[in-house]
Structures are given as C-alpha cells and as structure tokens.
C-alpha cells in the first residue's frame, strides 16, 4: 500500500503560492509536493482563480504584485528520472530541469551531501542526500528550514518522514536528523544552519561566511541585471 502523506505546507504557504510570492526555492518546494499531493493541489487551484478575479477587479493594484500562477502550472504531471549522486530518483519535471543542468555536490558532514540549485536573497535551495545510518548533527536555523521528501525516509526529534512529506521548522527549533534506510530531500533555508554539539561547531564560522558570499553574489547580480 502506498504511503500517505502526513505533513503538508500550511494554509497561508499555499496561499502565497498561488499569488505568486514565496521566493523561487520555496515555490519550487512547494511545486514538488503538488506534484504528489492532489488535496493541496485542489487547495492551490483554488485560490489561484480567487486571485485572478480579485486582480480583474483591480488591475491597478496587481500591476504592482507577482502575478498569481495558473491553476494548473506546478501540479501534478509525468514525473521524469533523473539520476541523483549516482541513484536513479523520480522527480516532477520542474525539479527535473535543475537537475538536468548539472549538479556539484559538497560533503556536509560524513555521510551527507548537498548540491545547491537555486539561490535567491538569502534563500538558497538544495538536494541533500544523506546515506542510510548516517546522521544530520543537531543544529538550528536562523529562520526557516524547510524539508521537501523526494525518496526514502528520515526522522526527526519529533517524527519520521517518507515520500512526498512537507516539512518546515522555525527558528531556534533544534533538531538532528537520521535516515536508517537513506533519502534524497529537497531544503529550502533563509539562513546559516548552526551546529550546537561536538566537533561539527567548528563548521559553523564556514557555513556562516558561505551564505554571506552568496548573499553578496545575489545582490551584485541583481543590481547588474
């Protein structure tokens, strides 16, 4: 029997989708669990026509937002395969053509790896694989984290997470994180992830001036453009 989804966006994340406002990593966690999810699928549909009739009656006011997606743009379609540190993984096709564009993955501690391929402000969106047995070590966030499943399972502090599972913790919430059986997941984060134990500290003052150099790399690109 297939696994049922048990952790979703939140309402207002859904709604921000649809009128187009989640920066592009966040959207395109979001577009992958639509990918998978028809209840959520149905809940953005909606409220993206409710956006459209609320900008037809005032197209002043919407020249000045993003505009909303379609109904159907970022739901469920064919899902393609495409090959993740050296394992054929299925993934919707939005995620597919990151992927298709090539991927350089980077050691996050032993056993986990992680492939950057979207960065915007100070958002930044990877793949993370982490290798059956081995362990994220506890840290924090110093905003958002959030966790898109692609494959496999992992767990938690609070619980385990299987295929298709949305998960998105807040600041300060300290956790660590282990895959018995391995996973590939998509994380979305507004900030430097902080180890608080062991000898993975020392990575932090790294972490740090990392998204610091890709912040400074945004805000000259942007300008540039």
Known sequence: MP????????SNL???????????????????HLARCDACSKLVALRGERATHREAQNPQQA?????????AEGLAAEFKTVELFGKAV?????????????LKWRQVTKGVHS???????????????????????????????TMQMLEGNICDDWDCYGLADFVMRGPHQEHALMAHEGCFCLV?????LYFTIGLDRLKNPLIAFRYLRLRLKNFFHKKNS
Do not use: M
């Open 188 to 192: 979305v984060t507004d900030g430097p």
């Open 63 to 71: 020249e000045f937002q993003h505009s909303p997606r379609s109904p």
């Open 3 to 10: 696994k049922i989804t048990q952790y979703h966006p939140e």
């Open 90 to 102: 299925s993934v919707p096709p939005q995620l597919a053509s990151f992927v298709e564009q090539g």
């Open 115 to 145: 492939a950057l391929i979207d960065s915007e402000g100070e958002s930044r969106c990877a793949i993370v694989h982490v290798e059956p047995g081995a362990v994220v070590p506890r840290h924090t966030q110093q905003r958002t984290e």
């Open 14 to 32: 859904l709604t921000h989708y649809a009128n187009g406002q989640l920066s592009k990593g966040l959207a395109l966690a979001v577009e992958t």
